[in-house]
Structure formats: structure tokens, C-alpha cells
């Protein structure tokens, strides 16, 4: 498999368990998940490719539940991996990191493989995936350059340098030219100055 670019995913079946691997060109190959059951390897084909499915299609975001484990399952945490139990038996296992991977994917592993296709082909999520739909980011340009970027995690958005209710500072990566987001509408470009006395946190003024 291949979800373009550089980047290349391999399935296998290996211990007992279908293995997902991602690998970067002349990298070692990654360990992304193991499942025991093999009707549960679409759901996880589905929950590692569903965003890309929606990104393709432009379509928002679907960021399912990471905080919380779904009812009847716990994790099991073990060094560097995180398995997803149902009492004794094992679901799936995963690498450990922030996003919690086990955690989210025990909010699908009861789903219909064929309805958790269709909702992550369909622009509100349903049936199975409405309340984990995100709201369409904002567009938001540099009033100095007229560069856009597009308000969600992508590499292209400049880092917020401070926030306060109801409004962000930013610097332009194009320009360099510091500005205030209120609205998610058009930046307002600002001069350090003005932006110390917005935020007066910033003590000695942006760097």
C-alpha cells in the first residue's frame, strides 16, 4: 500500500495478529498496529486512512474520542506499546503516543465495517461518526502579503506565538509581519508594539 509520496504501509500476518507497518524511504520499517482478528482489520485500515479519505474529497475532519476509553474496554499500557482489552481479550495493540491510537479505535471496534466506510465517505459522518465531525476551519489571510493559511493542524499555519480570549497572535512565515486573528476572518497586521499592548505577557515584545 502506498498513501503517497515517500511514504509506504505493509500488511502482514505475523504471532497470531495482522500487522500494520509504515515505512519512510530507506527507513526502517514502523509498527503501527496489531489485530488479532481479522474482520477488525478493516476497521483499522479505516480509522489510520478515514482522515485522508475526507482530505481527499474536502470534505472536514473527523477527529474521533482520544480522551476517554469507549465502555467495555480498558488499556493496558507496556512500555512503548498500549493494548485495547475487552476484560482479558485483546483487541488490537498499539504503539504508545499522544493521540492514544487504542483509545480512539475502541470507539470503533464494535462498528460495521461497511457502515464506518460509508460515514467517513459521507461529508456530516453519518451514520456512526456525526459528533466527531469538525466544523470547516476558517481561511485566514495576511492582510500585509495577501498569503493564505488555512486555520487546522497543517504545517503551512504559523504557530501561535500567544493566545487570549477570543484572540490569537500570529507571524506571517511569508512576510514576517506579526498579526492578530479576533474573527478566524482577515488578520489584522500589527507592529510589535501593538501587539505587546494587546499582549502585555509578552514582556519585552515579540522575538
Known sequence: MSAGGDM????????SQWQLF???????EVFEAGIPNQIDVRRLLLLHFGLSIRTQRGMPPVWIESDSVAPGFTIDADGDRE??????????????????????FSWIADADPDELLASYQHTGG??????????????LTCSECRAYFHAERKAEVPPKLLEIPG??????????????????KVAKAVTPEE???????LGAGPQ
Open 8 to 15: 509506504r504501509y505493509s500488511l502482514s500476518r505475523a504471532s
Open 22 to 28: 509504515s515505512q519512510e524511504r530507506a527507513e526502517a
Open 83 to 104: 493494548r485495547l482489552m475487552r476484560g482479558s481479550v485483546l483487541v488490537a495493540e498499539f504503539p504508545r503516543d499522544r493521540s492514544s491510537r487504542a483509545t480512539r
Open 126 to 139: 453519518k451514520p456512526l461518526l456525526s459528533k466527531w465531525v469538525q466544523p470547516p476551519a476558517p481561511q
Open 167 to 184: 484572540a490569537f497572535l500570529h507571524r506571517c512565515r511569508i512576510c514576517g509581519t506579526y498579526w492578530i486573528d479576533s474573527q478566524g
Open 195 to 201: 501587539a505587546l499592548r494587546v499582549f502585555p505577557e
